[in-house]
């Protein structure tokens, strides 16, 4: 079956007779975007974040055969490194990683959630489900699904809450 | 993973009667056929069938399988009127995956645990006959409720915990026709055939969610679990609770992580509904919904988890909405 995968605004036709391709190792192994990494391949880690359609996912929970004609958007589509998106710059402001393996995930978790923000999505720490206020126990609920072996968790809140403040909320 | 065909259904119709494997968010499914738990030779993938909406239905509203469960978390008219079923979904799983979960999905996720998973360990549940790794076994998160000698799983989601609570009933349909499930009748006990963790039959589709009329006062999921965030449920309440004149109205409550399906006892509700609060009777409550608990061991400590939590939530229902 031909697929196209729109990733970073480039059309790419995947053929894929044996279905048996998550979108992670599509990204990875069929378009060498190895940005979006690979931790866990079970959904537990987030290392593997990428936004589609406008919403982040973990690729290593999905098949690349279920996403044809969709937008899919990697951490090497968000900025270049002459040019880096508000978010990769706060995560070097605030030391926001040690062995930086999680954090192409972490990035584009942050960027999906503050739009989330943005659209007034509560979670599990917005009190009356109203809208809700960037503090840092949101930034913390909201990014728990990425994990970070290093621990580098202050510093990823720190970033986040300084991209978020310079951005008017918006990573964009 | 072993290989499959794979289809994609335009309509439901598609995916009605046929042995193929219905696909929705994946992250069940693909989680397991990664390890070979689960091996189905076709898939039948329903993401572009539609079924996509919520929409009033009378005083109450109807879910489509397909819904996401951040958009039904998000969702206004769920987060004004049943803001229990709000608080569930935002309780389990990550962001990223609650993006991918479907309604329909979420409730057919496995009712499994760790040896489920491992396809050297003996479990009922997977390769049926070959006996039960857990009892006996490391059994911390296990079942002190409903539990047979063949398979002492808990199920665990937690949007049917509420639904459960919120008395949400299943639409589904098969070759036959369509029918209906309570949510409280969806996922069934292990007995002697744990392989089956609900009342779907092969064939069938999950089309729908309709949540009846809305039940006010206050409604609280807590769940209790290892960590705050991205963990699932050591023991859960889902409660909805009205207040008349200082005495509970209406009572509902449903428990997660204590047996293989969502547990309701109405008895207890029963007990609390026209009372003046008071710790004792939580207590009583609590009693009455561990009639028949028995702990494995490890997981002993469910039960006085459960009774304690149980008379939290309450204590927090009655006063705010007093
Ligand atoms: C790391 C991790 C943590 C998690 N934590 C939690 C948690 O805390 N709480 C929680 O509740 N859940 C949790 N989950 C489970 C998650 O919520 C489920 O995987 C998800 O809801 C399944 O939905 P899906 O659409 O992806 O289903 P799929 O994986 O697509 O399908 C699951 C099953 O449902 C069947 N199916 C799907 N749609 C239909 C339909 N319409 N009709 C009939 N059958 C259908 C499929 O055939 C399959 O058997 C977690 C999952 C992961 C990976
Ligand atoms: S408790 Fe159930 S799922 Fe777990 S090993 Fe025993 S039979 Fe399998
Ligand atoms: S690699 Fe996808 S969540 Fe860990
Ligand atoms: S920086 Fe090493 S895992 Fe996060």
Known sequence: MDVTLTVNGTPHVLNLEDPRVSLLDALRQRLDL???????????????????????INS??????????????????????????????????????????CTPGQIMSATAMLEEVRQGWPS?????????????DEIRERMSGNICRCSCYPNIVDAIRDAAGRTGGTAA | MRAFDYARAQTPADAIGTDARIIAGGTNLLDLMKLQVETPERLIDINHVGLDQVERDGDGLRIGALVRNS???????V?????????????????QLRNRASTGGNLMQRTRCYYFYDLDAPCNKRVPGSGCGAIGGVNRIHAILGASEHCIATYPGDMAVALSALDAVVEVEGPDGRREIPATAFHRLPGDRPDLDNELQPGEMILSVRLPAPLGGRQIYRKV?????????????????????????????????????????????????????SAELFDRAAAAVLEGARGQGHNDFKIPLLRRTLAAVLAEAVQESA
């Open chain 2, 71 to 77: 958009d039904l978390a998000a969702h206004p008219a």
């Open chain 1, 34 to 56: 190895t940005g979006t990494k690979k931790g866990c391949d079970h959904g537990q880690c987030g290392a593997c974040t990428v936004i589609v359609n406008g919403r982040r």
């Open chain 1, 60 to 101: 290593c929970m999905t098949l690349a055969v279920m996403h044809d004609g969709d937008e899919i958007t990697t951490i090497e589509g968000i900025g270049t490194p002459g040019d880096l998106a508000p978010l990769q710059q706060a995560f070097i402001r605030h030391d926001g990683f040690q062995c930086g393996y």
């Open chain 1, 124 to 136: 599990q720490m917005t009190g009356d489900l109203g809208r809700p206020e960037l503090t840092d």
């Open chain 2, 79 to 95: 987060r004004q009127d049943w803001p229990l079923l709000s608080r569930a979904l935002l309780a389990g799983a990550s962001p």
């Open chain 2, 225 to 277: 679990r290892d960590r705050r965030s991205y963990a699932f449920a050591l023991v859960s309440v889902a409660a909805a609770v009205t207040m008349q004149g200082g005495r509970m109205d209406r009572v509902r409550l449903a428990f997660g992580g204590v047996a293989h399906k969502p547990w309701r006892v109405p008895a207890a509700e029963q007990m609390l509904a026209g009372q003046a609060p």
